[in-house]
């Protein structure tokens, strides 16, 4: 009899795991398993298909609310198909010594890999804050790897484009915007829009915090992150072996508090999906379409069709990153996070088909769907 309960526990766990991995579905919100039954540990993702499999970069985080810092580093998954994820391990480790920017206890989020086809490495760019100063340092960061699945080499963080004007603001403006660094002053926004932040850290470099990246078809790749106090969004044109920022960058949306931006290309098109600021808590998303990466961006309006709870929150979600699925065309998965802030570990993943409506992107709930979606 004993026996014969083990073994039916047995069988029951296995059918379990076995039901959620064969599932071939995507159902937000939900505990997502890894091959090994294990929650998936990836926030803030970032993907990369290669060598006919998808790799999905994220956040490692832990439980408790230490889990918001960097206390193990950068994990990796595999798919083939996008349902099943295997578990590769840490690309990218935060370091014990106390000596190092990477420290264990900093800050590392929004990790993105592009593979640069010249010099045939993998370089991963990410939020980067230093230990115990909170959200003070705004840097950005950059590991380089000669396998996709790591381990990524730090190589710097910094502040971005110290006096270098963009191509979007001319010397006058320049000249005329003073300095603020309170928010209480009278015309704080319009001050913000003129330049105020923008000036204040020209010396030292622009602040960095939730970034992106985007390669063009041209194999082009640029840094898109929320800079001036998270007021303003940059866009930046990265070098050709991907490791650093060219001159050529542009302001966009002066005032416009975007964070957690995520790019895609259609029809020649640039569409990019943000959020407004609201740390954790989720808000209304945002949609905004250019016609070239580097301006001019025009705002779309918020892409969420549904109740008003669902619009006003993004389905209770943060954007991170638009993937296009292979072999299949205009097929595109809106992906984000619901975040845990007091058990980070528990994150849930928000992955959405990008719909069309006369050429423009909408986005509604699913409890589940699956990629046969896109065959219709
Ligand atoms: C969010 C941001 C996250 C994280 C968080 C911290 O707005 O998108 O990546 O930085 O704030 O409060």
Not at 209 to 235: G, K
Not at 254 to 273: H, L, Q, S, T, V
């Amino acid at each position: 009899m004993f026996k014969i309960r083990f073994f039916l526990i047995g069988a029951f766990t296995t059918l379990t795991v076995n039901a959620q991995l064969e599932k071939n579905e995507f159902v937000s919100g939900e505990i997502w398993k890894d091959t090994n039954g294990t929650h998936i540990n990836a926030h803030g993702g970032g993907f990369l298909f290669y060598k006919n499999t998808y790799y999905w970069f994220g956040e490692h985080k832990i439980a408790g609310s230490q889990g918001n810092s960097a206390m193990v580093g950068v994990g990796v998954y595999a798919s083939k198909d996008l349902y099943h994820w295997e578990n590769k391990g840490i690309a990218s480790a935060v370091t014990e010594d106390k000596n190092s920017l990477i420290q264990k206890g900093c800050i590392i989020e929004r990790p993105k890999v592009i593979y640069n086809k010249h010099t045939d490495k993998f370089v991963m760019w990410f939020h980067h804050e230093l230990k115990g100063q909170g959200y003070e340092a705004a840097l950005t960061g950059v590991a380089i790897a000669d396998t996709i699945t790591g381990p990524y080499t730090y190589l710097k963080s910094f502040r971005v484009h110290p006096k270098v004007l963009p191509q979007n603001f001319s010397e006058a403006q320049f000249l005329k915007a003073k300095p603020i660094n309170n928010r209480k002053d009278e015309n704080w926004k319009q001050k913000v829009i003129d330049g105020a932040y923008f000036v204040r850290d020209f010396e030292e470099g622009q602040m960095s915090r939730d970034m992106t990246l985007f390669v063009d078809d041209d194999d082009v790749a640029y840094h898109i992150t929320a800079s001036e106090e998270n007021q303003t969004l940059l866009i930046s044109k990265l070098s050709d072996d991907y490791l650093s920022l060219t001159h050529e960058y542009i302001r966009v949306f002066p005032g416009g508090r975007n964070e957690a931006p995520a790019i895609f290309k259609k029809d020649g098109k640039y569409y990019m999906f943000s959020s407004g600021l609201t740390g954790w808590s989720p808000n209304p998303a945002k949609l905004a379409v250019s016609d070239k990466m580097m301006g001019d961006w025009t705002y779309l309006g918020n892409p969420c069709k549904g109740s008003e709870k669902e619009k006003n929150t993004t389905f209770w979600s943060q954007s991170t990153y638009v993937l296009p699925v292979q072999g299949k065309k205009e097929a595109f998965i809106f992906m984000a996070d619901r975040w845990q802030p007091k058990n980070p570990i528990d994150g849930r993943y928000v992955w959405l088909p990008v719909q069309f409506k006369k050429e423009i992107p909408f986005l509604e709930w699913f409890d589940s769907w699956d990629l046969s979606f896109f065959d219709n």
